[in-house]
């Protein structure tokens, strides 16, 4: 059993910065929960604060049901792995493996088949004689966290570990890393600022915004149904389009009406919206679910509107069109096979099933 608690913290350094501001989430046994939020959102200062490298200002951490507050790091039973490894140079992967076990003065014996076990978990039996030097920045990783591993934690602490890495070996790692939290069934708390590696790895997902935390909930959840303007513009790529619009009853219910077009809300929606009425709103929706006319699904006169294309962007998986539409340039990921050509005018279709309307004022969805 491994459980982390944090409740009502907050981290206020000497220089007034609020960095953590009041915040409250639970880690389960054996889950794996990514912070994720942008570069000085307070995601290292709440994992710091968790493995007791950062005093408290306000509030009270649990792990495994004790307050640990004033509990040294050495003896909360975690284990970190920092951005930069932080290996030592001089020593090898064993010794670099063996040595916070070699502190703790456990049994040579003991020392030896932790470390074994952790370089075959980690396919690196064949470097255990190698210097952190002769390895390549993969390599590394994996002994950084195989560091963490011998020491057998009741929680992981994992800053950006991938960052370092070039893009292919950051996917090949991510896979790697989740693979590895089935198998040593780990509770992890994982700061980062990808939002894939957050999608990709995580149970559970805490987002973090100018050391507030904006929506605690599984990947799907965030990405489906974002509890903020905030949450939906930093999860997909790219991003949500958000367009300022106005709610009207019209024929045979209620429609989006922005500068350049008026689409259909879908029946299930009305009731949500009926305060926004004659109102303005930020009318919301991702890329992926906006079609070219000729590749779309169920196209009708409700659900289609009419722009220019301004730019298309080939991907060879996808193609990213950016449409005028009104006043708003809209960004739809179309199918490849699409014949849009830029300066000339192109019929898209929403999934209005999976629209997104947000207050203007406080951002929060509507739906
Ligand atoms: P990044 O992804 O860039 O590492 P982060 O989300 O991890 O960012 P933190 O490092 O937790 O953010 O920093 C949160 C805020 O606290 C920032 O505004 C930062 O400048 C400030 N801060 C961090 N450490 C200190 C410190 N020791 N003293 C004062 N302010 C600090």
Not at 13 to 32: H, L, P, Q
Not at 80 to 90: I, R
Not at 153 to 168: G, I, R, T, Y
Request: hydrophobic share 40%; aromatic share 8%; net charge neutral.
């Amino acid at each position: 059993m491994a459980e982390v608690r944090l409740e009502h913290v907050w981290k206020i350094y000497d220089n007034g910065v609020e960095a953590v501001k009041d915040a409250t989430f639970t880690v389960e046994d054996k889950e794996f929960v990514v912070l994720l939020g942008p570069s000085g959102c307070g995601k290292t200062t709440t994992l710091r604060m968790i493995a007791g490298l950062e005093e408290i200002t306000k509030g009270t951490i649990y792990i495994d049901g004790k307050v640990v507050n004033d509990v040294e790091p050495k003896d909360r039973d975690i284990a970190m792995v920092f951005q930069n490894y932080a290996l030592y140079p001089h020593m090898t992967v064993y010794e670099n493996m063996a040595f916070g076990l070699r502190l703790r003065k456990f049994p040579k014996a003991e020392i030896d088949k932790r470390v074994k076990e952790a370089a075959r978990i980690l396919g690196i039996e064949n470097l255990l004689d190698r210097k952190p030097r002769q390895l390549s920045g993969g390599q590394r990783q994996r002994v950084a966290v195989g560091r963490a591993i011998v020491r057998n934690p009741k929680v992981f602490l994992f800053d950006e570990p991938l960052s370092n890495l070039d893009a292919k070996l950051r996917v090949q790692m991510r896979a790697e890393l989740k693979k590895l939290h089935h198998r040593l069934e780990a509770t992890i708390v994982y700061v980062t600022h990808d939002q894939v590696e957050a999608m990709t790895m995580a149970n559970k997902i805490v987002v973090i915004k100018d050391g507030v935390i904006q929506q605690i909930g599984d990947p799907h959840t965030i990405y489906n149904k974002p509890a903020n303007k905030f949450v939906a513009g930093f999860i997909g790529s790219p991003p949500m389009n958000f367009i300022n619009a106005k709610i009207i009853r019209g024929e045979g219910g209620l429609w989006v009406q922005t500068s350049g077009f008026k689409v259909k809300v879908p029946k299930e929606y009305e009731d949500a919206l009926a305060d926004y009425i004659d109102k303005d709103v930020t009318f919301g929706i991702r890329p992926e679910n906006i079609y070219d006319k000729m590749f779309a699904y169920a196209p009708t006169p409700e659900n289609t509107i009419t722009g220019m294309v301004d730019v298309v962007e080939p991907l060879g998986s996808e193609t990213i069109l950016h449409v005028k539409v009104g006043d708003d340039l809209i960004t739809a990921k179309v199918d490849p096979k699409t014949k849009a050509q830029e300066g000339q005018n192109i019929d898209l279709v929403l999934d209005m099933e999976r629209m997104h309307v947000f207050d203007p004022e406080t951002e929060k969805a509507v739906i």
